[in-house]
Antibody, heavy 118, light 106 residues
Framework: QVQLVQSGAEVRKPGTSVRISCKTF????????IHWVRQAPGQGLQWMAR????????RFAQKFQDRVTMTRDTSTNTVDMDLSSLTSDDTAVYYC???????????WGQGTLVTVSS | DIQMTQSPSTLSASVGDRVTITCRAS??????LAWYQQKPGKAPNLLIY???SLHSGVPSRFSGSGSGTEFTLTISSLQPEDFATYYC????????FGQGTKLEIK
């Protein structure tokens, strides 16, 4: 069945970077975009970016376009997201999600907690 | 950017009640709107897409309506498992979520 499995929790110091992986199973990887959404503690959902696994093209929310990079590996069906220049405001749970075109995010990863603390 | 505004932020209701949550878009998004349910410590779950289409496996007590800039999510008869936080999301131009509505037990 369809699954998105994310890498484990991370702790980083301010000013550093973090990489989160999203490995997909159970469907044709190149047929669905992968999106990243984050949720700060006690806060709502914030859309960050999306990647088209077919060609690697990316769209970012304006807030993140200078700090987020995304790559995909079609041999392992994995999408990685790098977030740089971390501050305490980046402390959040980060989710990857598969998007069914015209529908929305129909499958989600389990979430990865990133804690930024000195 | 398209902004999404939900109301109310918190809603207190009882099992069996009919409840409605509203979502307003800052620009016309046609019917490119989805609704999600999120429970504490869990990823969101898709309920409604294209403003009014029920996602597979979602109970029929959930319904959505609206187009353009104003949308509603209705739960016809609240069940204990429905107490959660609900988010709208536009996907007309990239993605934007509303700030969420927490549905609490009265």
């Amino acid at each position: 069945q369809v699954q998105l499995v994310q890498s484990g929790a991370e702790v980083r110091k301010p000013g550093t970077s973090v990489r989160i992986s999203c490995k997909t199973f159970g469907y044709t990887f190149t047929r669905f975009h992968i999106h990243w959404v984050r949720q700060a503690p006690g806060q709502g959902l914030q859309w960050m970016a999306r990647l088209n696994p077919t060609d690697g093209s990316i769209r970012f929310a304006q807030k993140f376009q200078d700090r987020v990079t995304m790559t995909r590996d079609t041999s392992t069906n994995t999408v990685d997201m790098d977030l740089s220049s971390l501050t305490s405001d980046d402390t959040a749970v980060y989710y990857c999600g598969r998007v069914l075109t015209g529908v929305g995010i129909d499958y989600w990863g389990q979430g990865t907690l990133v804690t930024v603390s000195s | 950017d398209i902004q999404m505004t939900q109301s109310p932020s918190t809603l207190s209701a009882s099992v069996g009640d009919r409840v409605t949550i509203t979502c307003r878009a800052s620009h016309n998004i046609d019917t490119w709107l989805a609704w999600y349910q999120q429970k504490p410590g869990k990823a969101p779950n898709l309920l409604i897409y294209k403003a009014s289409s029920l996602h597979s496996g979602v109970p029929s007590r959930f319904s959505g309506s609206g187009s353009g800039t104003e949308f509603t999510l209705t739960i016809s008869s609240l069940q204990p498992e429905d107490f959660a936080t609900y988010y709208c999301q536009q996907y007309d131009s990239d993605y934007t979520f509303g700030q969420g509505t927490k549905l609490e037990i009265k």
